[in-house]
């Protein structure tokens, strides 16, 4: 029979959410897909075809702004833990940072100043320090839900859902939408510039829109108390970090899936166009590596239920990486490189790999939150997600500097809107189906490493309850 204290307990930390709050948490990332995944695909292709940056100078640059956020981020972390604003502990972000961001987002695929790098400079930092001041509070609101294990389960694969159809509009649609107000009907073009502004500023004010409704669906409930809160500090990152292993593990599993993924996708475009020779061709292309998720996502649950979630991390990273050899293979015979429906399949099966995967790690963030809490008392969510931020970023930053690089590299030619050389193509096919599938099988052994199972991580968050209750 339950006892008084077990019920308290639930009452108390272990909420249940409903639909309606699930997906309004989910709009969150939509949101945040819609402006950060388009940037992410797309502002590679647009510095070097469009504005007119050489590649590797644009590579220097998504390095520099990825050090830049090395200091941002710990900083918004600790603020966001130290401070209770009036609208919500970490909601009120969604508003105060979701204004100023939709403004810049739109602004980096401006074309007024066309070839100048400092206003890049400018916009790109401008965009990313705002993004972090959604993102970092966003992933600790995900921890101040509830404590249930199985409900976060839930919450995450919601989310993802949703981020995925914000991945999936900015993948299908960007591409269709610049092509059809561009004046020559390309995407890679200097006379796109103008399509690409409105663009952008379509997708931002859905965004921001987006954002607002998230913040009047959620609600703060599992948080440090106010005089907690008060000896939060920067320093409190590092520490954490020393001393959550299973926080480290994560960590080094976001660096590894976000670089992966960054890689693949800023090269995507690339190699639809040059490789394949099917420009149009591309929003389907780029579609699939969303919609695996509303086949896959909602069936996470059960899955994991069914094998645990480390048997789960280790079948769909290697379906992921089937998926990419699939692509390789395609690629280099040049009886399957015309046959676009074999390389869509390849597309979809790794997609399918990659989503559930890069999916779930989110669930395991309020886990080391959890495990942190019980070891120091101290549920410094915001510092967490800083962390993860970090790594997350420092992943994105591989996305934009390796194919920069690597496309210099090979003699990538960004005026020749057409075709380009063979080592050029064996360059893009590298960034395609090689670096990530490398990075995948590292994401693997990374993922072995961690130690929270649901047995674990459910009596971890029963402790600390009971703690608070005594």
């Given at each position: 029979m339950e006892s008084n204290s077990q019920k308290t307990i639930e009452a108390k930390g272990f909420y249940k959410l409903s639909?309606?709050?699930?997906?309004?948490?989910?709009?969150?990332?939509?949101a945040q897909n819609l402006i950060y995944q388009t940037v992410a695909q797309y502002l590679l292709i647009f510095y070097t075809n469009v504005y007119g940056l050489p590649a590797a100078t644009a590579a220097i640059m998504f390095l520099i702004v990825r050090l830049v956020d090395?200091?941002?981020?710990?900083?918004?972390?600790?603020?966001?833990?130290k401070h209770n604003p009036k609208l919500g502990k970490y909601r009120s972000y969604l508003i105060l940072g979701g204004i100023p961001l939709t403004g810049f987002a739109i602004l980096c695929f401006?074309?007024?100043f066309s070839g100048s790098l400092l206003y890049a400079y400018i916009t790109y930092v401008g965009m990313s320090m705002l993004y972090t001041l959604i993102n970092v509070p966003y992933g600790a609101l995900n921890a101040s839900l509830t404590r249930d294990t199985d409900e976060i389960t839930k919450l995450t694969s919601t989310r993802m859902f949703l981020a995925n159809?914000?991945?999936l509009a900015v993948a299908y649609g960007i591409p269709i939408i610049v092509r059809s107000l561009s004046p020559d009907g390309k995407i890679n073009s200097t006379e796109a510039g103008s399509a690409w502004f409105i663009t952008m500023t379509i997708y931002a004010v859905a965004?921001?829109?987006l954002l607002f409704f998230c913040y009047f669906q959620t609600k703060e409930r599992v948080v440090m108390d106010a005089k907690e809160t008060e000896n939060v500090k920067v320093s409190d990152l590092w520490k954490e970090f020393v001393h959550n292993r299973p926080l480290r593990v994560l960590a080094f599993f976001f660096i590894t899936a976000f670089a992966m993924m960054a890689i693949g996708n800023s090269a995507g475009s690339y190699y639809m166009i040059y490789n394949v020779q099917a420009p149009d061709m591309l929003p389907y292309f780029a579609a699939l590596g969303s919609i695996p998720a509303f086949i896959f996502m909602p069936m996470v649950p059960a899955i994991k239920r069914s094998i645990g979630k480390k048997q789960m991390f280790y079948v769909f990273l290697t379906i992921a990486i089937l998926g990419m050899a699939m692509l390789y293979v395609i690629s280099v015979i040049p009886a399957l490189k015309t046959q676009v429906w074999l390389v869509l399949i390849a597309q979809f099966?790794?997609?399918?790999?990659?989503?559930?995967?890069?999916?779930?790690?989110w669930a395991l963030v309020p886990e080391v939150i959890s495990y942190g809490e019980h070891s120091t008392g101290k549920r410094i969510s915001g510092i967490v997600n800083a962390l993860t931020g970090i790594f997350f970023k420092a992943g994105m930053a591989l996305g934009g500097v390796v194919p920069g690089f690597v496309l210099a590299f090979v003699g990538f030619d960004e005026k020749n809107a057409v075709s380009q050389s063979a080592f050029a193509e064996q360059g893009i096919l590298w960034l395609v189906a090689v670096i990530p599938a490398i990075l995948l099988a590292v994401a693997m052994f990374i993922?072995?490493?961690y130690e929270l199972d649901d047995d674990v991580i459910h009596k971890i968050n029963i402790e600390i309850e009971e703690r608070q209750l005594k």
């Open positions: 639909w309606v709050q699930r997906i309004g948490f989910g709009s969150g990332d939509l090395v200091v941002w981020d710990p900083l918004v972390g600790a603020y966001v833990d401006w074309n007024g159809l914000g991945g965004g921001l829109l099966v790794k997609s399918t790999g990659v989503i559930v995967a890069t999916g779930y790690m993922i072995s490493k």
